[in-house]
């Protein structure tokens, strides 16, 4: 497993810089529909370029913040109190962080302006309560009552209920029925791991452990929340509740009445077994100092079950798993927070297309010195490909030889052909023959991962056994990967960038499956961003690099979505609501990553001279900062619809001047077609 160099550990010192608000350059007032300047738009692509540049480590990467929302520093400070390995300086720091995006409904929102979320709630009240907070404190009162206003703790999820199980706030009971045996289960049965996501499978294995072994935290300074309930635990018959999406739902609850007494039947050897099954699934998969599927609550419940295992915390295990975690956490002086994971394979990928695409062209910006940025950035990338692992996709592709690139600085198990796909086309563009045995490895992984029905999921192939996401555990909905619109164009841009023949029926079906996937409205659904802007843009960018005529009835449906949804301003913007039944590509401003997306999407099939696309392009112009970036508070992706968001610190800069500079590039270059799939 690949460690992280001196370079790759000092995430939150380089990305707390991320965090300043730009400065706002002193312009001329213009009429929002003024276009941009070829002045303007020089300098705003210089300046950008140079932000960006800047960003870089010595090693050739770009890496920024990724936040989500109060749950995982909540989750934090709860872990220390359940090991009592309790850094008070560390908690205070935290505590400033969750008293600030407290929302002003008084609990906590998914992200920023969002409605009340009741677990998120009850874990950040339950973090503060355990940092030192008062219950009489002015905010703990508020989050009190609103929690109490939505029907109390118990009406929490069913990550939340563990976590106040291993706490002794309510009985197991409060959790459903997940029997560690199911790690015994092999392939082709229903319930096992291997039917899951390469997320839920690195989340459940540790959990069930825990499930099985049901420890109580040491919790140091005995604090609990009994106050957050309507109704006494002991007294709840009701714990799970749904939601019910189908009539699945109701089945499986049945099931689970049905299981929860004969799980005490399962004799003690079995458990020993099933148990053993569980470490060792895990032990292979521990990733050094990344951590078990190098995400946090994988890793947390790794650190909890080596505890409850009786594993010492100076065991080599133990320790590097409690390091990883460690390696979450962003310090930006008063405040702290923990990250969900770290993202320097996405960042360096995508930094590296904007800046490749502004030094392009007649008129590149640094053109010498921005081949240099870039090839010690694909060195770094080359050296992070996963040739040699076979990950657990390779259960349904056991054929397939590895070739992808992780989301993180090291997850060998669990590449991800969205990553892989954006990695070989920058790869491809910038055209070091040293390049070359990279794309071909990461294009015969690419094309062995294409689903069955034309598409692609992130992690694994057919993960599709919708019928999962309806038992009691998956409240959240979000236990598969299956093919996504977004992640399905950006495997067919990859491909059609490279233009090798034999690659043409991979293509074919895959551009079947978006046909299919168009919404109604002529958008298509962003399952990793946010959200239908997204999902257009990606899907935009796939069709003309595939060389689907611009006429084509689905791609004029689509760009007359996108001029639909632009604002008075010129701008576009999307709030993750439209991932609860908001409405599609709206919001009440304009950010920078959406515009960017926008014009983008509208510029690949071929409309640089589109009045729509020109306002787009005057808004980044107006709204970009004097130091070259751009201020975007709101989140914009999404770890899981409806339950979990994050915040992008980067998307904020590599969008808009990637956006910038095609503009420019198309303008000088007197071409109306984008050559490049991204």
């Known amino acids: 497993m690949m460690a992280k160099t001196p370079e790759t550990t000092t995430t939150a010192s380089r990305a707390r810089k991320t965090t300043a608000t730009p400065r706002r350059a002193t312009r001329p007032r213009v009429a929002p529909d003024a276009p941009l300047d070829p002045a303007d738009l020089d300098q705003a692509v210089t300046r950008a370029h140079a932000a960006l540049g800047k960003r870089q480590a010595d090693d050739g990467h770009w890496v920024f913040d990724l936040e989500a929302d109060a749950t995982i520093p909540a989750e934090y400070v709860l872990l220390e109190h359940y090991l009592d390995r309790i850094d008070p300086a560390l908690e205070q720091r935290i505590g400033i962080y969750l008293r600030r995006i407290q929302g002003a409904h008084g609990g906590w929102p998914l992200y920023q302006d969002g409605t009340f979320d009741l677990s998120a709630s009850v874990k950040a009240y339950f973090a503060l309560k355990a940092i030192g907070d008062s219950v009489h404190a002015p905010h703990m009162v508020r989050a009190r009552q609103a929690i109490l206003d939505h029907g109390g703790a118990e009406r929490t999820n069913v990550f939340t209920r563990i976590q106040l199980a291993l706490f002794g706030d309510v009985p197991w009971d409060a959790a459903p029925v997940m029997p560690v045996e199911i790690m015994l289960l092999p392939r082709r049965a229903l319930f096992s791991v291997w039917n899951m996501s390469y997320w839920s499978r690195t989340v459940i294995a540790p959990l069930l452990v825990l499930a099985a072994l049901r420890p109580t935290a040491v919790n140091p300074r005995r604090v609990h929340v009994h106050e957050l309930f309507v109704t006494p635990p002991g007294k709840v018959r009701d714990w799970i509740r749904g939601p019910y999406r189908s009539v699945w739902g109701h089945v499986f609850r049945y099931a689970d009445a049905v299981l929860r007494p004969a799980e005490r039947l399962i004799p003690e050897k079995t458990r020993r077994r099933a148990i053993k099954a569980a470490v060792d699934f895990i032990e292979p998969r521990l990733n050094g100092l990344d951590g ?29 798993a409690w390091e990883a975690v460690q390696r979450l956490l962003v310090n930006q002086g008063k405040e702290t927070y923990c990250q969900p994971c770290v993202s ?18 007649p008129g590149g910006i640094a053109p010498e010195e921005t081949k240099r940025k870039l090839a010690t950035a694909a060195r770094w990338l080359r050296e992070r490909q996963i040739l040699n692992v076979r990950g657990d996709w390779s259960i349904n592709r056991p054929d397939v030889r590895p070739g992808g690139w992780a989301f993180q600085y090291a997850n060998d198990y669990y590449p991800d052909v969205d990553d892989t796909a954006v990695v070989g086309m920058l790869l491809h563009r910038d055209g070091d023959p040293a390049n070359a045995e990279a794309i071909a490895r990461a294009r015969e992984w690419i094309i062995g991962m294409q689903g069955s029905n034309g598409g692609w999921g992130a992690f694994d192939v057919d993960n599709s056994r919708d019928v999962l996401n309806h038992i009691p555990f998956a409240d959240h909905g979000a236990l598969l990967d299956p093919p996504t619109a977004d992640v399905t164009a950006r495997c067919i841009s990859f491909l059609a960038q490279l233009r090798q023949v034999e690659d043409h029926g991979a293509i074919e079906r895959g551009i079947a499956y ?21 999902g257009t843009w990606s899907v935009l960018c796939a069709l003309n690099a595939a060389g689907m005529p611009h006429g084509d009835p689905m791609i004029i449906r689509a760009v007359d979505w996108l001029r639909r949804h632009q604002r008075a301003d010129g701008g576009w913007g999307e709030g993750c609501e439209s991932y609860e039944g908001g409405a599609h590509g709206d919001y009440k401003q304009s950010l920078p990553s959406q515009t960017a997306w926008a014009v983008l999407g509208m510029m690949a099939v071929g409309l640089r001279d589109d009045p729509a696309v020109a306002r787009g392009i005057a808004w980044l112009g ?19 619809p409806r339950v979990f968001y994050l915040r992008y610190h980067g998307y904020r800069q590599f969008f808009p001047l990637l956006a910038l ?18």
């Open 292 to 320: 078990l599927g190098a995400i946090y609550p994988a890793m947390a419940n790794t650190v909890m079950m080596f505890r409850a295992l009786g594993i010492s915390d100076d065991d080599p295990r133990a320790k590097a």
């Open 344 to 361: 320097p394979i996405w960042d360096t990928g995508l930094a590296g297309h904007a800046m490749i695409e502004a030094a392009s062209g």
């Open 514 to 534: 978006l046909r299919r996937e168009q919404e109604k409205d002529g958008s298509w659904f962003g399952r990793w961003g946010t959200n239908y802007i997204y």
């Open 622 to 640: 107006r709204t970009q900062g004097r130091n070259g970036e751009w201020k975007e508070e709101p989140y914009n992706a999404v770890g899981f």
């Open 661 to 678: 500079a095609r503009y420019r590039n198309m303008q000088l270059s007197n071409s109306g077609r984008v050559g490049y799939g991204f």
